[in-house]
Nanobody
Framework: VQLQASGGGLVQAGGSLRLSCVASGKIFSINVMGWYRQAPGKERELVAGINSGGTASYADSVKGRFTISRDNSKNTVYLQMNSLKPEDTAVYFC?????????????????WGRGTLVTVSS
């Protein structure tokens, strides 16, 4: 199982970006998918998470600005980021947890994708 994130880039403050992350491999289902970020010199932090039923949660710092969604049929999670601020600058990582294999005989926990850089200029 692999995760591939895309959509990062350079944007001015107040702008928007949409991140995507696709999980590939022999997957039957994915319980939780989420986005984390790590700014220079800081620890990785949870930005938003969403379960297979569509229930989402957000870090206080992004509530009202970011929206997480997913397409279970495509094993894809999205992060719509609006009203971006310079402090949102970070490498964004997607994560998938509790992945059931298509053969139903194996679960993958805590799978990470490579990060995608988001830079917000002031």
């Amino acid at each position: 199982v692999q995760l591939q994130a895309s959509g990062g880039g350079l944007v001015q403050a107040g702008g928007s970006l949409r991140l995507s992350c696709v999980a590939s491999g022999k997957i039957f289902s994915i319980n939780v998918m989420g986005w984390y970020r790590q700014a220079p010199g800081k620890e990785r932090e949870l930005v938003a998470g969403i379960n297979s039923g569509g229930t989402a949660s957000y870090a206080d710092s992004v509530k009202g600005r970011f929206t997480i969604s997913r397409d279970n049929s495509k094993n894809t999670v999205y992060l719509q980021m609006n009203s971006l601020k310079p402090e949102d600058t970070a490498v964004y990582f997607c994560n998938a947890d509790d992945i059931l294999s298509s053969s139903r005989d194996h679960r993958f926990l805590g799978v990470w994708g490579r990060g995608t850089l988001v830079t917000v200029s002031s």
